[in-house]
Nanobody
Framework: QVQLVESGGGLVQPGGSLRLSCAAS????????MVWYRQAPGKQRDLVAG???????NYADSVKGRFTISGDNAMDTVYLQMNTLKPEDTAVYYC???????????????WGQGTQVTVSL
């Protein structure tokens, strides 16, 4: 079983920055891609940014130029650097891993528990 733990959320003023981390752990697994999502109250969960094998990345239009996703080579730990934050960035941020578990012999999506980001004065 692959476990994901997010950290780095908090309260920040508009224009500020935060860096989120997502760490994957388990006994034997490989990660093909990690994606950050966010969900504001009463809204659907939306893709924010993703990073995939080979280093390919993608971003939602709303965060391009402000957010940067990065990770180590194995993508065991992935970061989301968020700059120039806006009140509309307020949400619970979740990371999702597309991973293969060698013990269970299954490839599937794994989700973290989420971390709250609040952008407010």
């Amino acid at each position: 079983q692959v476990q994901l733990v997010e950290s780095g959320g908090g309260l920040v003023q508009p224009g500020g920055s935060l860096r989120l981390s997502c760490a994957a752990s388990g006994s034997a697994f490989t990660v093909y891609g990690m994606v950050w999502y966010r969900q504001a109250p009463g809204k659907q969960r939306d893709l924010v940014a993703g990073i995939f094998s080979g280093g390919r990345t993608n971003y939602a239009d709303s965060v391009k130029g402000r957010f940067t996703i990065s990770g180590d080579n194995a993508m065991d730990t992935v970061y989301l650097q968020m700059n120039t934050l806006k009140p509309e960035d307020t949400a619970v941020y979740y990371c999702k891993a597309d991973a293969y578990d060698f013990n269970l012999r299954v490839r599937r999506d794994y989700w973290g528990q989420g971390t709250q980001v609040t952008v407010s004065l």
